[in-house]
């Protein structure tokens, strides 16, 4: 009987062994199911919070510029390689290598760029304009595309001046100020003598502005007037040091062959080396003539040109001996004009020439 009992309590004992361990390892493994993907989800989220904190950033870092390292406010390139460059400085790049006679090369990866090879990136220049920026006087921080317009109608810390500031209040001062000022201003209460002197000096500079125009719509009715659309193309001097110009084919007005022919920056040695650059032509007359020849020509953008142009009336009077004009600084509105015009493979312009005739 003992030994019965024995067996039947080890066998007992062995049948419920496998049970504890069951339930032991099942015990574990509920346990490590809860727990590790709890611990997971915890470091989940830490980096997408840290990445929250830098998104903005780290999307500075990625889309910005590779020469300038400044978020575009104008279009975006990029070479065949995918490196983006703002279009100021891509302009800049081409302008560089046309000045040294050189082909142009991402800063990079070196890979050769032109305006052919490279495109636009739309997508970057929509996240840029997406991405916040600060406000230059109240420091708010908006998106972008919405800063311009915040900056010049919205913001209140805005500079502005007085309304009064044709008769002469010199006030400059923030948007949210003008009213209270305006209720105090003492011009508004002046007399008109003693206003007379502002609105004299405002009426000269208006009509000095206007001069250019004024002169222009004079000479359309001169008898004797052109145009000619006409493209410069780059050439190189022939002496040790060669210098890049630019030159038209011959083209005929008022029965005379002329040449327009451009150069940058004068004299200097090595344009590329200046930061401040810009493009003089003159007018040469190829034809002789028996009489001297008074003309007025000026330079203005033509119908497939890019450049943005103040038009300055020029007038020489050419005779045999004396068949080339002055050279006349090309009126641009900007020096990131002048790259924008050396980066092209030919400049179109629109010259418009006039006869005097006595």
């Given amino acids: ?34 727990e590790e993907p709890k611990q997971k989800r915890i470091k989940l989220e830490t980096k997408i919070n840290e990445a929250d904190e830098k998104l903005e950033d780290r999307l500075n ?34 302008a560089d290598a046309r000045l040294k006679d050189e082909a142009s090369t991402c800063p990079n990866c070196r890979c050769e760029i032109s305006k052919h090879l490279c495109s636009r990136n739309l997508a970057v220049e929509k996240a840029v304009s997406e991405l ?38 010199p006030w400059k001062g923030p948007y949210h100020e003008l009213k209270g000022h305006e209720e105090v201003c003492i011009h508004p209460k002046k007399t008109g003598a003693e206003i007379m002197d502002t609105l004299i000096a405002y009426d000269n500079k208006r009509a000095e502005e206007m001069k250019i125009y004024d002169k222009i719509f004079n000479m359309l009715s001169y008898e004797k007037i052109t145009f000619l659309d006409l493209q410069l193309k ?18 005929t007005a008022f029965n005379f062959q002329w040449v327009v022919k451009a150069k940058v920056n004068d004299d200097m ?10 493009i003089t032509y003159q007018l040469i007359l190829k034809s002789r003539v028996q009489n001297p020849v008074d003309i007025h020509f000026l330079m203005v953008q033509g119908p497939y040109g890019e450049m ?16 080339e004009s002055q050279y006349q600084v090309l009126p641009l509105n900007s020096p990131n004009e002048c790259n924008k015009l050396l980066a092209a493979k030919t400049i179109g312009v629109r010259l418009i020439v006039l006869q005097v005739t006595s």
Avoid: W
Avoid at 148 to 166: A, F
């Fill in 1 to 34: 009987m003992a030994e019965v009992e024995a067996s039947t309590s080890a066998g007992s004992q062995n049948e419920e062994q496998p049970d504890n361990s069951v339930e032991i390892h099942s015990i574990d493994t509920t346990e490590n199911e809860s």
């Fill in 308 to 323: 943005k142009i103040c038009p300055a009336v020029n007038q020489h009077q050419f005779t045999n001996e004396n068949n």
């Fill in 269 to 278: 040695k090595n344009p590329a080396l200046a930061c401040q650059r810009y």
């Fill in 61 to 94: 870092g990625i889309l910005r510029c590779t020469v300038c390292l400044d978020l575009p406010r104008v279009s975006m390139y990029q070479c065949t390689n995918g490196h983006l460059m703002c279009a100021m400085c891509f302009s800049h790049l081409l």
């Fill in 132 to 169: 916040p920026t600060e406000c230059h006087f109240c420091t708010q921080q908006l998106p972008r595309h919405m800063m311009d317009r915040h900056e010049e109608y919205s913001c209140l810390e805005r500079i502005t001046s007085c309304s009064y500031e044709r008769i002469g209040c």
């Fill in 234 to 251: 780059p050439y190189r001097t022939d002496d040790f040091i060669t210098r890049l110009y630019y030159e038209t084919s011959r083209f």
